[in-house]
Every structure is written in C-alpha cells, then in structure tokens.
C-alpha cells in the first residue's frame, strides 16, 4: 500500500483519528508538565546533542572502548552488518541452546530487522512482554508508534482481542485487561530458554546496557532466563557512565511525560555468583544495517543521535491525523521519515520525506535538537537527484522554455495571446488533480490597462 492510499484510509477511520488526538494531545500535555521540572531543559538539550554529536564523530573509538569493556564483564559481543546477519546470529545462538520459546521486551531494533519472523522460521516461539507490544502480537498487528505500539487501538477494540484470545470475560475495565495479560504473561517468562531485549543507552567507559522501562517485564526479560541477547544499534552507544544524567532527564520527560520511569536497568556483563541476579550468558549484538552510511555527513549524521522518545510523532500535525501504519515502515512519523530511507534506501521510500509540512515542530520537541526538517529536505534533493530519464528531461525543457518567454517581454505577449485565443492550458496535472486551475483571462492585464486609460481619456 502506497503512503498517499495509507494516508487516505488513515482520514476516514474516524475511531483511529480519536485515539491518536486523545493519545498524542494527552503525551503532549505531560511532556510541557514534566520538562516545567527540569532545571536546565535547553542546557539539557544542548549537553546531549554535543555528546551524541562528538561521539558519533568518533564512533569507531567509542564502540571498540565498549566491546573491550563489555568483554572484561563478560558479556560475548557480536557485529551483524544487516538484518538478514542480525537474525542468524540471534537464531543461531538460540538453536545452538536448544531454545524453544523466547520471551522479548519492547525492541524497535527487532522490529527494524523482523526478528519475530526470523524466529519463528527456525521453530522458536517469540513472546512479546511489554504490554502495546503483546497486544499487537496478540492482533497480528504492527506497531505505529515508536514507544507507544497499540497508541491505534481503543479501550474497546483491545478488550474485544483479550475477550476472543485469552478467553477472558467481556470487561472494559482497564486494570482488569492489564491484570488479565500480567497472568498470561507470567508462565511465559517462567518457560522461556531466552530473553531478548534492546538497548537504550550503552556505555562505552564501562560496558554497561541501560534498558529504561514501566512495566518490570524488562526487568524479568533480561533476569529469569539463563541467557540474554540485547541487540543495539551501534549509534546506541555513549562515552561515559556520567553523561546517562542528561539522557535520563530528556529522555523520559519527552517520551511519556514523566520525571523518570519506573525501572531503569544497568546490565554490566554478567552475574558472577550463584545468588546474583542476571543472566549466565549475555550476548550484545551491534546492529549496522546502513546506519555506518549516515556518518558520512554532518547532515545525515544527526539522525543517529535520536534517542526514540517519539515526541517529534507526538507533535507532528501529519502523523496525529493518520498514525504509523499509512507511512509503511517500522519507524513512522518525522523520524521515520528521514530513518528510513537512509537505512533501505531513498529508492524503495522517496515518499517518506514528502510526507511532512514542514512546520518545524519536531526540530523543536526533539530532545536532542535533530533539524529534521532540513534533512527532509536533503532527502527530497536526493530524490529530485534519482529521477532520471524522460521526466527530467522535459522538466529541464520546460524550465529552459519558461525562461526563454519571461525574458523577452514581447514574445511573452504573443505566446500568451495565442494561448488565450486557442484556450491552452498549461500541463500540470499534480496541481490540478487537487485543486481547480483558474481560466486565463479575455485580455491581458496590459490589454485591460490601456483600455482603461483610453477610457478615461488619458492619452
């Protein structure tokens, strides 16, 4: 499905647009009322772009520092260029463990390479924990928003899909439905052979993981199984241990609009007694998949420095009225929009950056001060750039011809007293199809000029 048909289905389900107004106006609300208690919120900004920024300009220093580092505490690291190599070695260590069922906290990055599918292929059962996330398993659904992945579903639809899949009674009491998917849950994380997760923040001075959370699923996730494999993307990764404070005030307040969340877990390496809690084996896998072309630029590195708080979706008048799915693509929104076709290439998503207003709103809710806007407008110059053959050519004809009569005054007059005599109207079918193209007048406007001098008398 196209963005323009997703977009078109997005407007006309009108309990979709209800539950993303409440949803997105309520987010918005919380976030202007947790950053009110941040000393320093632009001082805050400013500190964690500049870390991302000298970071990311260093990458190759800092990842080497966390491997080493992540390695002393145990932990057994993994490099998968793409997707395809991110799930074999996910699968295979999985296989190799025998593995039958494992059990996930809510992960864009296994999303972004389709890692539940990848699993199942081998025979091994992936078991969403985080609460949106089940719920979307449970609809063999997708998620549309980045931290939010159910933010498209109702009260009621959600209490229709507990009522036919765990076979509960019918109940729109919500801390019933919650209660009813805690007990479901419960024995899974008791079964699983792994636990799988993804990675907020990791430390390149200590390699340690920080995996922020709400529900204590994350917690039990990377705890209750013998093994745990966090799989991060390689812009993930910060200097020190310190520079969480400022992540750690930025990134809840935008996200859900709290001060902090309620479980903020520090992973460095694994346990080292019998009595400890952690697992027996940690496995890191750090994920490329075309973020390494990013680097490249200043203006396309910015996008690396995004922390997935999803306050520029929150925000955004676009994706408040159609939602995740119309953009067809595991990021959505203006962050979407600009991740996505540098991480599968402008060629299969040159829709996405056009999918926007250009209203700048999310340059000013994101944390971390990414410009997305001007990189949406790298992006369309990139797609311009790929337009080749037939349609560039008469749009560079056209133009050269454009130019040709607004130079020359007279043959600007007799081309358009030809064109009003034979009634032409200019092709421009992208215009029209939207918006009605006003007729060309009787007479020109240097015409009507001098017939109204005459008129008067005015020689």
Known sequence: MTFEAGARAALSDAQLRGALRHATTLFAEKRRAAMATAPDWEGARDRARAIKDETLLHLDRYLDQFTASAERAGARMHWARDAGEACEIIGRIGEVLGARTVVKSKSMATEEIHLNAAL????????ETD???????LAGDTPSHIVVPAIHKTKAQIAALFVEKLGIAPSDDAAALTAAARLALRRRFAEA???????????????????????????????????HIALMGIEKVIPRFADLEVFLQLLPRSG???????????LTGVKRHPDDEGPDELHIVLLDNGRSRMLAAPVTRQSLA??????????????????????????PGPIGAILTPQLIGIERSAHLPYASSLCGACRDVCPVKIDIPALLLHLRAQVIEQRAGKSRLLERVAFRCYTAIMARPRLYEWTMRVARILRIVPPLPAWTKWRD????????FREEWRAGLRDEGVS
């Open 256 to 266: 859900t609009g709290q001060v902090l969340t309620a479980y903020q877990s520090l």
């Open 131 to 137: 609460l949106g996330e089940y719920i979307i398993q």
């Open 193 to 227: 052979d792994i636990g799988i997760s993804g990675v907020n923040f990791a430390v390149a001075e200590t390699g340690t993981i920080l995996i922020l959370e709400n529900e204590g699923n994350a917690r039990l996730t990377t705890s209750l199984p013998r093994t």
């Open 306 to 331: 995004c922390i997935r708080c999803g306050a520029c979706l929150n925000a955004c008048p676009v994706y408040r009225q159609i939602g995740g799915h119309a953009y067809g693509s595991v990021y």
């Open 437 to 444: 193209l006003r007729p060309l007048a009787p007479r020109s």
């Open 120 to 127: 199942a292929r081998r025979g091994i059962d992936p078991i």
